[in-house]
């Protein structure tokens, strides 16, 4: 079965540096785009960033862009964030997801169809 | 960027009810809308994508509609299990979630 396990959150103070790591099994690594979505304490969920399946296309969300970059390892099945001048507003669950193209009836849709846990990223002085 | 807002932002329905959640976008979005329910202290779920469509395992009672702006989730005969928050998502360009719908138990 899909398995997407994240490791790397922490405590970290505003301008640090933190690098978040996904890994994944149970299905061809190399076939996916990956996103990363973020969840504040007690807030919905924000779309931060996703990695074509070479690597070789990225996308952000505005309020990270600059500051992080998102990166994969096909070899490795890996999938990661590095996160560079930390604010307190990115503290939030950081969730690995697959994106999956859902085929309907008009065509394929863009779909987060497989999570993992999360890990905590806490920006605290 | 397309911005979705969803209503209610929380609602307390019984076992047995129908309860509907509406997300609306600020432009449209063709039928490229998801829904995910997330339980506490877990990961989202996908349940329907492009508008209607079930993901593998979701009981039948979860409904999707609409099409352009405005999407609505309906839920047939509420289950215990069903009480979540619910979030619409949009596709069609960079990704963006609804604020999320609370259902609890009343």
């Known amino acids: 079965q899909v398995q997407l396990v994240e490791s790397g959150g922490g405590l970290v103070k505003p301008g640090e540096s933190l690098r978040l790591s996904c890994t994944a099994s149970g299905f061809t690594f190399s076939d996916f785009y990956m996103a990363w979505v973020r969840q504040a304490p007690g807030k919905g969920l924000e779309w931060v960033s996703y990695?074509?399946?070479?690597?070789?296309?990225?996308y952000y969300a505005d309020s990270v862009r600059g500051r992080f970059t998102i990166s994969r390892d096909n070899a490795k099945n890996s999938l990661y964030l590095q996160m560079n001048s930390l604010r307190a507003e990115d503290a939030a669950i950081y969730y690995c997801a697959r994106d999956t193209r859902m085929m309907s009836t008009f065509g394929g849709v863009s779909t987060f169809d497989n999570w993992g846990q999360g890990t905590l990223v806490t920006v605290s002085s | 960027d397309i911005q979705m807002t969803q209503s209610p932002s929380s609602l307390s329905a019984s076992v047995g009810d129908t309860v509907a959640i509406t997300c609306r976008a600020s432009q449209s979005i063709r039928s490229y809308l998801n829904w995910y329910q997330q339980k506490p202290g877990k990961a989202p779920k996908l349940l329907i994508y492009?508008?209607?469509s079930l993901q593998s395992g979701v009981p039948s009672r979860f409904r999707g509609s609409g099409s352009g702006t405005d999407f609505t989730l309906t839920i047939s005969s509420l289950q215990p299990e069903d009480f979540a928050t619910y979030y619409c998502q949009q596709s069609y360009s960079s990704p963006a979630f609804g604020q999320g719908t609370k259902v609890d138990i009343k």
């Open positions: 492009a508008v209607s």
């Open positions: 990695i074509s399946s070479s690597g070789t296309t990225t």
